[in-house]
């Protein structure tokens, strides 16, 4: 039988290493411990992240390989950018952290019962959006409601996915692309977006091997980045913007 390591509470920065993580299932590494900031931020900054339903203990991952999209390689479609100069929404960044992280909780999902949102993980991730590592993108439609967004965390140039939620069809895209556009002017390297999904594969992320993502965390996570609450530049046409070269189209 193979036991996974406990974590002890007073020790938010000891954990195993990313290579004893489980095959079956994937990435699991340790249990136990809490959810303080500071042992999130130890976690992500090892490529170690929380994920566990009510009623289990806190379980760590770190699967292999690792799902990241790199800023340059993100597929802006068409379609898409019809949708962010149409539909006339409006996307914001930490306006509304609390409503953000608790329309992820309920978004219904494909063979989930529940959610793995717990009322533990949403104060932890609040006290992170306090403390300035945790964001949110909020989209707006023309009558103020809010019907999409997404929040994670960034440390350093390197941002964390976590969840996403759409409540009319393409809102959580528009505001992923607009932060994607933002990140890459403001220097990240990578956005973690954790486990393999067709949806992520269709805006350009890609697996890469566990290692090699950790190594990336290694610098981007050192390089300094943006302080405090985030805010949209609206002097950056999303709609024009070139993910391949990091400019944006001339306006026709």
């Known amino acids: 039988m193979i036991e996974i390591p406990w974590l002890l509470p007073l ?150 996915g976590e969840s996403m939620f759409s409540r009319v069809p393409d809102a959580s895209k528009a505001g992923f692309a607009t932060l994607v556009c933002h990140l890459q002017q403001w220097g990240f390297g990578l956005i973690d977006c954790q486990m393999e999904t067709e949806h992520l594969a269709s805006l350009g992320a890609r697996a890469i091997p566990r290692r090699d993502f950790a190594e990336l965390l290694d610098h981007y996570c050192e390089l300094p980045g943006p302080e405090g609450r985030w805010q949209v530049d609206p002097a950056l046409p999303v709609d024009r913007w070139l993910p391949e070269h990091g400019e944006f189209r001339a306006r026709q």
């Not at 042992?39 to 760590?60: D, H, S, T, V």
């Not at 149409?86 to 019962?113: H, L, M």
Request: aromatic share 12%.
């Open 11 to 160: 020790r938010p920065d000891d954990f195993p290493p990313l290579e004893q993580a489980l095959d079956d299932p994937n990435g699991l590494l340790a249990m136990g411990g809490d959810l303080s900031i500071n042992r999130l931020l130890a976690a992500y900054r090892r490529g170690i992240f929380p994920w566990f339903e009510e009623g289990q203990p806190i379980l760590w991952w770190s699967p292999d390989p690792r799902m990241v999209l790199f800023p340059a390689e993100f597929r802006l479609h068409r379609s898409l950018r019809k949708v962010l100069r149409n539909r006339g929404w409006e996307i914001r960044f930490d306006t509304n952290f609390q409503a953000v992280i608790e329309a992820c909780a309920e978004q219904p999902r494909p063979g989930q019962s529940g959610t793995w949102i717990t009322d533990d993980m949403q104060r932890a991730y609040h006290m992170l959006h306090l403390a300035g590592h945790a964001h949110s993108v909020e989209v707006y439609d023309p009558d103020h409601r809010l019907i999409g967004g997404l929040y994670g965390v960034a440390i350093g140039r390197a941002f964390f």
